[in-house]
């Protein structure tokens, strides 16, 4: 097994991809070639609600839609811990029973579990989950830093995409304002941001709200993940 990750040289092909379905596919799959790991689930990350959705997986039987999987993240510790230290975070044996909630049905031999967050900058915005590993895997911390390091480059080409219905239908003033909600901002931090105020920041979001036939605003930003405006 190399020593080395080249994510660099990888995330080029990331880049390239075309639509951002592409791009969420081509995640896993750059990710599968690169690292030691047999299977791979791609989540959003929302921090309204503290929001984890399923979007795609892939394993030895080919890729798969999991958008019926959303959690609360927060009853996922090592999840959790890799989102809010923005770092792979690995668990095995005895921490992977601790870590690992009942309602997560993994095959019996399963005992360890690999959290990859996805950031842009310092804003968690999805993440990625491997349970399975190719044999005489060592989790190191040079490998954990190569994971960390990935989740980082895949955050910045994934805030450049945009959804291009969507984009029509919101103003780039409303726009601007979900992403920073999206991000866990509140009004007056949007607000100060932005050196608007924080009615007119209010407004914004009623706005974009009733363009996207939402009920309030998380209903609003899970709409824009799902649609990819937003990542």
Request: glycine residues 6%; aromatic residues 10%.
């Amino acid at each position: 097994m190399p020593r080395n990750y080249p994510v660099l040289d990888n995330i080029r092909e990331l880049e390239d991809a075309g639509s951002h379905e592409d791009k969420l596919y081509k995640i896993l799959d750059i990710y599968m070639k690169l690292f030691p790991v047999k299977n791979s689930f791609l989540f959003r990350y929302s921090h309204l609600g503290y929001l984890g959705e399923g979007i795609i997986s892939i394993n030895q039987d080919g890729l798969s839609h999991i958008r019926d999987i959303r959690d609360d993240i927060r009853s996922l510790p090592v999840i959790y811990s890799a989102l809010y230290e923005r770092k792979a975070k690995y668990c095995s044996g005895i921490e992977f029973l601790k870590q690992i909630t009942s309602k997560y049905i993994l095959p019996s031999n399963v005992n360890t579990f690999l959290a990859v967050p996805i950031c842009f900058g310092s804003v968690p915005i999805g993440y990625i989950c491997s349970y399975e590993f190719k044999k005489g895997t060592v989790m190191t911390d040079p490998l954990l830093s190569s994971f960390t390091n990935y989740g980082r480059q895949v955050g910045k080409v994934l805030e450049q995409t945009s959804g291009a219905v969507e984009t029509q239908l919101l103003s780039r003033r409303e726009l601007e304002v979900m992403k920073r909600i999206s991000w866990g901002e509140s009004t007056k931090e949007v607000a100060d941001a932005l050196s608007i105020s924080e009615v007119t920041i209010n407004q914004y979001v009623k706005s974009a709200i009733k363009k996207l036939g939402a009920q309030n605003r998380v209903q609003a930003v899970a709409e824009l993940f799902r649609k990819g405006v937003i990542s």
